[in-house]
């Protein structure tokens, strides 16, 4: 068969099914979940042998440490992945629920229920830990789902998506609830893209060169995970103590994710303290590039041009650009943010208002690190992503945010 | 300027102003909305006039008389017109509201801030009122809107923006907030549907072509308003009376509409007395077409094919297929159905429940006309179209599906 029509066919299954999936209960979903976390530690050598080898063809091109950091899987991540589907089993689900039902004046009844979007699919890169979340999340809410890994995972993902669809039949269900494309073939992607007739929704996860290349070519509506460039506002009335632990988690915690901070703006007044006790504080781990005001308080660092403000590091690297006043930064922000998290520090009622209501971003802190913007730290469990688009969800996606609704019309022989 | 050049110009200008125009306040959108009513009264001549200018092209063109009534604009129209911008205005604005707002375990404070997209832009075919209504659904939602209408509407289109942007500036306001695309090519077009990183949202408003052409085409995350193959199932439970009225409204009231019903599905134990009694009421009016087993029973009908139960006539035609059972009723709409519209007839709760359940649409109804589907009816006021995709939204699109939201997190110092 060729790639086309193997997913083509991969795509009309997962439709066909989706609506009686969408009915089973949420009980029997939990179920699916439990036998799938049990199957994943019970297969755990099976799955590390075949990582092994996506390993091994890594290290042969010459692949990076980090890269193969992140393909490398081991009993203990195996155990977490376990885990984690574990906890999504237990969430609460809204499936079915009627969140409204409100009374018009001709005595319809009109109410919105929760219902799964239908065929989830998802394209994303080396991972292989995103296979099972991106299963049990679509299981969870009630969507069949297609996955689509990066190639250098392709072993890893293959007995991954066995021991996953192993498990759904165990516990009584199609195992093609999910379905996986296990072509490396980018035409693969390409066909994938065009199925709107079939695919609900398409979530591209990674760099951004994949997710640009679904904006531009994706005929299913895509929910965008997209870059962070975050900043830290530190203002005239900021707890200087608390504006340094800010920063400092905000920096340096995790600085190869998209919620860690990558530029900072301070208030002219309080810069000179400030800063020179953030130098203290980061100099030996973190490389500062400043503007020019930056510059005559931190004469030793290198200079930060037009480039830095726009750039998302994701790296010990931090920009300083030095503020009259709140709305010099507010613009600033707005200007460069990728849109993602931005946060405030200040004691200030009316300036926390002020960067609450203006700033344009899908997370807005006030006194705390823009590390929180994950689905785990705002109460959603586990998470597909952070999306920074405006339709449908913004942030942290959760399973909520992988159902959609259908209007239940109650009437005793209504017409207009 | 070339057509590119003054598309990219025109959304730039609404994303740069978007922000400022997110921030006033629901009594000074009010106020715009209030002397946009004004000036379309006051200025119903001069748009009469250029009306008349496109009657007239219309006409020499040979255009249908139906689409030269859509085009057509008259005192009256013009009057209600204004009349449904004033409604708008009086909407309840939840812009700025927190919806839910919940503790995380560290304290932090986590709640939903209701904002506006920020730029929505709208491709749509030759009824200008559609001008007047897109712009007062965007500014009352706090966005920026982008038109670009029909060819044919072009005179009445562009004397309708002159009207409502002078009414804009009036009101102490730019006029720039609604952007009109006054180029008829179909390269603004083009041009238009790439600009992502300027619009949020593009809504396309017209036929099947326009709306495949967007899907098609549009790297801007698309707000799909699509065709309505909406069933009416009678069981065998119905009320006879009440199904008789009910697909009489659905079918009659106003065919050419998304929301009219194409196919009956008649549960085979009350077949013979339903269809009998319905032929009665509807022969003169309706052409019908039936399943084998319809015709045993009204021999005089045409036989209905395939492509009928796919087809969504917008005209005075019902195709009429026999059933089983719920089981086959449902069957059948979630194939054919083009999922905007399903209505069930019948007194039994079991049966309510399954149809419910099981239906994949926008709006399910039971014991009440397919017609309701529609902003006015739901209780939205107006809407900006029927949304046939489950992302974002579904069903009417309202003045709170315009909007979505920020995050905004309160902290003490909170870091991870």
């Known amino acids: 068969m060729n790639i086309e029509s193997l997913v083509v066919e991969k795509a009309m299954k997962a ?32 799955i590390l042998l075949e990582n092994q080898k996506d390993l091994s063809l890594a290290k042969e091109k010459g692949i990076t440490e980090a890269l193969l950091d ?50 989830v699919a998802i394209i994303y890169e080396a991972r292989p830990n995103v296979t099972v979340d991106a299963a049990a999340l679509c299981i969870k809410s009630g969507n069949t789902v297609i996955l689509r890994g990066g190639s250098e995972a392709i072993n890893s993902n293959t007995a991954l998506v066995n021991v996953i669809q192993n498990a759904i039949e165990k516990a009584g269900f199609s195992k093609e609830i999910v379905q996986f494309i296990d072509v490396t073939d980018r035409k693969a992607v390409d066909e994938l893209m065009k199925l709107y007739q079939y695919i609900d929704v398409l979530i591209p996860r990674g760099g951004p060169s994949l997710i640009n290349y679904t904006i531009e070519n994706s005929r299913i509506p895509v929910i965008q995970t997209g870059a962070g460039n975050c900043h830290v506002y530190v203002d005239k009335d900021a707890d200087i103590n608390k504006a340094l632990k800010i920063v400092e988690n905000a920096k340096i915690s995790r600085p190869s994710v998209c919620n860690a901070v990558e530029t900072i703006l301070v208030h002219n007044d309080i810069a000179n303290e400030f800063l020179k006790k953030l130098y203290l504080l980061l100099n030996n781990k973190v490389e500062f590039r400043g503007c020019k005001k930056t510059l005559k308080i931190l004469p030793q660092i290198k200079p930060a041009t037009d480039k830095d403000w726009e750039t998302e590091y994701l790296d010990y690297i931090l920009a300083v650009k030095i503020v009259e006043d709140v709305e010099e930064a507010i613009k600033h922000i707005n200007t460069y943010s990728s849109k993602h998290s931005e946060a405030i520090v200040t004691e200030n009622y009316i300036t926390i208002r002020k960067f609450l209501n203006e700033i344009d971003a899908a997370a807005v802190y006030v006194n705390a690190s823009t590390r929180f913007t994950d689905g785990e730290e705002f109460g959603y469990g586990a998470e597909m992503g952070i999306s920074t688009q405006k339709l449908h969800v913004r942030g942290p996606i959760g399973i909520e945010d992988l159902t ?12 207009r």
């Open 70 to 119: 992140r393909l490398k899987l081991n009993e203990e991540r195996i155990f977490n992945i376990s885990n984690s589907v574990e906890k999504v089993a237990n969430l609460p689900s809204t499936l079915g629920d009627i969140k409204t039902m409100w009374k018009r004046p001709n005595g319809l009844m009109i109410g919105k229920m929760v219902v799964p979007l239908g065929v």
């Open 15 to 46: 439709k066909q099914i989706c609506t009686e999936f969408a009915l089973i209960s949420d009980a029997d979903r939990k179920n699916i979940l439990k036998y799938i976390a049990n199957e994943l530690r019970e297969k755990s050598d099976y």
């Open 404 to 415: 959609t609704y259908k209007y239940v019309i109650l009437g005793n022989g209504q017409v």
